[in-house]
């Protein structure tokens, strides 16, 4: 199993970023997938979770309305839109699926936000 997270980047309050998350070495289109972040100084968190077919989501409320969630199946890759970006965003990125009751995760991607 193999995440790759990508999109990261340095961008100012009010901006605008897409992540990406690559998927390799398992079944993707059965798997239910999760975008989590981590700030300096603080534990792992939930962003947000999407199905394995895409059809339900879950958002954390400080990103509910700002971030969306997604995934293309036929390119086993993971998406998170994040909008309206805020300084408190300011984290590393992690994907992470679970296989077979086994949780895997990315490198994970730095977001800065910062004017």
């Known amino acids: 199993v193999q995440l790759v997270e990508s999109g990261g980047g340095l961008v100012q309050p009010g901006g605008s970023l897409r992540l990406s998350c690559a998927a390799t070495?398992?079944?993707?289109?059965?798997?239910?997938m999760d975008w989590h972040r981590q700030a300096p100084g603080k534990q792992r968190e939930l962003v947000a979770s999407?199905?394995?077919?895409?059809?339900?989501?879950l958002y954390a409320d400080s990103v509910k309305g700002r971030f969306t969630i997604s995934r293309d199946n036929t390119k086993n890759t993971l998406f998170l839109q994040m909008n309206s970006l805020k300084a408190e965003d300011t984290a590393v990125y992690y994907c992470?699926?679970?296989?077979?009751?086994?949780?895997?995760w990315g490198q994970g991607t730095q977001v800065t936000v910062s004017s």
């Open positions: 992470r699926a679970v296989v077979i009751g086994t949780l895997y």
């Open positions: 070495g398992f079944s993707f289109e059965n798997s239910g």
């Open positions: 999407i199905s394995a077919g895409g059809g339900r989501t």
